[in-house]
C-alpha cells in the first residue's frame, strides 16, 4: 500500500494526524508530512479511515 | 442480526458515506439512495469558497470517483424526494422531481432498514423571497447562481448574518474585489459560539480587508421592484444592494417525517447509538441525539460530523441492540477566511475558562483553550490545525484543564 497525497489539495486540517499520528504530521510550519508513505496492511483500516474523514479528500491510496 | 436491504433518505455527505459504511462492514443485500437533487453526491464546503470564486469547477466537487460509486452497486435514485414515512408498514413515500419534462408521480416502497439523512436547509428572510438577487446558499445550484451574480459586475453585496456561511461568502467576495456589507444581529459575529473576544477576532478580519461590518444590527426589509435595490436596517439606515446573500442557519429537513411514528423536535429525536427506532436511524445535519462524551443532546451540523455519524448511523443497522456502540464524537468544524483557517473541536459555553495555549490574538494564529468544571473541553485555533487536532485528542481521552495547560505541542 502506497499513500498519496496531493499536495494542492491539502489544507492541513490534520484529521489524519489524529486516526494516524505515526504516519501523518503536521508541523509548525502549518504543512502536511507523510511519516510513512508505504504502511504495512496492518495499518489499512486506519489509512482508509485518513482517506474518508480528509475534508479535501487529498488523500489517496495504490495498491 | 440479518438485514435484508437498507435505504438512505438523502444522498449528500452523511448519506452517500453511510452507504459506502455499509459495503466495508461487508453488507450485501440491497441499498436504496435516495436523493432530491439532480446532482450526483457533491461536497458543500468549496461552495462558499473555491467554487464561489470560480477557482474549481463543478468536476472537482464530486464526493466520490463514478468507478467507486458504479462499485457501491446502488439503486441510485437522483431527482427524488421522499415525502412520508410510517413506522408501522414501514412505506416509504417517494415523489419523482420536476425534471423540465413535467412532474413524473410518485410511488410507494417498503423499507426494511432505513437511515434517514435529509439534511437541512436554509433559512430565508420573510419578505426578501420573490426578489430577484437574493439569495441562500446550501446548495450546488445555489453557489452557481451566486457566482453569476458576482460576475455581473462590479455589484454591491449584503451579506446578511456574519456565521461561518456569511463569512466566508463575504470573504470571497472581498477577494473578487466586490463591495460587501455584513449585518450582524450578534455584537460580534459567531459571539455565540466563540465569545465575544473571539468574535471580536473575526470582526476585526473581516474590516481589515475591506468589509463594511455592522454588528447588533437587524435587517428591517428588503426592498425593490422585483429585484433587491436596497437593505433597510433596525437604525434606520439604507445600503443599496444589488446581491443579497443570506446566511441566517438552517432548519432541518423533518417534515415528510410528520405523521411517521418518528419523534421529531428540531431534528430526528435519536438515542446514544443514533437509533430513532427499531431499523431507523438518522446522521448529519438532520439528527438529535445524546452525545454521552458530553452529556448533551447535540444537533452537529458540521462537515466531519455527517462522514462519522453516516457511518455510525450505518453500523447501527447492521446490529443488535445488546452490540451497538453509543456515538460519542468530538465534534470538529473548519472554515476559511482569507488566509485564516478557523478550526474548533469539543464544546466552547459563554462561561467556560479559557487559556491562550499559543500564539496571540494580536497576530491571529493562536490555539485557544476551554476548560469547564476541570475538564477540558474545548480548542479553538486560528491557523493553528495542528495544535487544534493534538487538544481535540486530549478532549477524547478525558484530560484535565490543567493538564491540557501544561501540554505542550
Same mark, same amino acid.
Given at each position: 500500500m502506497k499513500i498519496v497525497v496531493d499536495f494542492d489539495l491539502c489544507e492541513s486540517n490534520a484529521i489524519c494526524m489524529q486516526i494516524a499520528p505515526d504516519i501523518f504530521e503536521v508541523r509548525?510550519?502549518?504543512?502536511?508530512?507523510?511519516?510513512?508513505? $508505504?504502511?504495512?496492511?496492518e495499518d489499512r483500516v486506519r489509512v482508509d479511515e485518513c482517506v474518508q474523514r480528509c475534508p479535501k479528500q487529498a488523500i489517496s491510496v495504490e495498491g | 442480526m440479518t438485514r435484508r436491504s437498507v435505504t438512505i433518505v438523502g444522498a449528500s455527505l452523511a448519506g452517500l458515506r453511510a452507504a459506502e459504511a455499509l459495503r466495508r462492514q461487508d453488507f450485501d443485500g440491497p441499498i436504496t439512495l435516495i436523493g432530491d437533487e439532480l446532482h450526483a453526491p457533491y461536497d458543500r464546503p468549496p461552495l462558499s469558497k473555491q467554487f464561489l470564486a470560480g477557482d474549481w469547477g463543478e468536476d472537482r466537487l464530486a464526493l466520490t470517483r463514478p468507478d467507486k460509486l458504479d462499485d457501491l452497486d446502488l439503486d441510485l435514485r437522483l431527482g427524488v424526494r421522499a415525502a412520508s414515512f410510517d413506522l408501522v408498514s414501514r412505506r416509504l413515500g417517494i415523489v419523482n422531481l420536476d425534471d423540465g419534462?413535467?412532474?413524473?408521480?410518485? @410511488? @410507494?416502497?417498503?423499507?426494511?432498514?432505513?437511515? %434517514?439523512? +435529509?439534511?437541512? #436547509?436554509? #433559512? +430565508?428572510? #420573510? *419578505? !426578501? &423571497?420573490?426578489l430577484d438577487g437574493v439569495f441562500v446558499l446550501r446548495s450546488l445550484d445555489d453557489s452557481l447562481a451566486i457566482r453569476a451574480a458576482f460576475g455581473a459586475g462590479p455589484v454591491r453585496v449584503v451579506v446578511v448574518g456574519a456565521g461561518f456561511i456569511?463569512?466566508?461568502?463575504?470573504? +470571497?467576495?472581498?477577494?473578487?474585489?466586490? $463591495?460587501? +456589507?455584513? %449585518? &450582524? !444581529?450578534?455584537?460580534?459575529?459567531? !459571539?455565540?459560539?466563540? *465569545?465575544?473576544?473571539?468574535?471580536?477576532v473575526c470582526a476585526e478580519l473581516h474590516r481589515e480587508h475591506g468589509v463594511d461590518l455592522r454588528t447588533g444590527? *437587524?435587517?428591517?426589509?428588503?426592498?425593490? $421592484?422585483?429585484?433587491?435595490e436596497r437593505v433597510r436596517l433596525s437604525d434606520g439606515s439604507v445600503i443599496e444592494a444589488d446581491v443579497v446573500v443570506v446566511g441566517i442557519g438552517v432548519v432541518p429537513n423533518t417534515e415528510w417525517l410528520e405523521g411517521s411514528g418518528l419523534r421529531i423536535d428540531n431534528g430526528v429525536v435519536c438515542d446514544a447509538t443514533c437509533l430513532a427506532a427499531p431499523g431507523v436511524t438518522a446522521a448529519g445535519d438532520v439528527a438529535r441525539w445524546p452525545n454521552q462524551r458530553f452529556g448533551e443532546v447535540?444537533?452537529?451540523?458540521?462537515?466531519?460530523?455527517?462522514?462519522?455519524? *453516516?457511518?455510525h448511523a450505518a453500523r447501527r443497522l447492521l446490529v443488535g441492540d445488546g452490540e451497538a456502540e453509543p456515538f460519542v464524537p468530538v465534534p470538529w468544524f473548519w472554515s476559511d477566511q482569507y488566509d485564516r483557517k478557523i478550526q474548533m473541536a469539543g464544546r466552547i459555553g459563554p462561561d467556560d475558562e479559557m487559556h491562550i495555549a499559543t500564539g496571540s490574538l494580536a497576530e491571529r494564529r493562536f490555539a485557544a483553550i476551554y476548560g469547564r468544571a476541570g475538564r477540558l473541553v474545548g480548542v479553538l485555533g486560528f491557523n493553528r490545525p495542528r495544535q487544534v487536532m493534538r487538544y481535540r485528542m486530549l478532549i477524547e481521552s478525558g484530560a484535565t484543564f490543567e493538564d491540557a495547560i501544561a501540554a505542550e505541542f
Open positions: 509548525d510550519d502549518d504543512f502536511l508530512y507523510v511519516l510513512n508513505e $508505504e504502511p504495512g496492511e | 419534462a413535467g412532474d413524473r408521480g410518485g @410511488e @410507494e416502497l417498503v423499507v426494511d432498514g432505513l437511515l %434517514i439523512a +435529509t439534511g437541512a #436547509r436554509c #433559512r +430565508t428572510l #420573510r *419578505g !426578501s &423571497e420573490g456569511g463569512a466566508e461568502v463575504a470573504a +470571497t467576495a472581498r477577494t473578487q474585489g466586490l $463591495e460587501v +456589507t455584513m %449585518i &450582524e !444581529s450578534l455584537p460580534q459575529p459567531l !459571539s455565540r459560539v466563540l *465569545g465575544d473576544a473571539m468574535g471580536a444590527m *437587524g435587517v428591517e426589509a428588503v426592498e425593490g $421592484e422585483g429585484r433587491v447535540m444537533r452537529v451540523e458540521h462537515w466531519d460530523n455527517a462522514v462519522a455519524q *453516516g457511518a
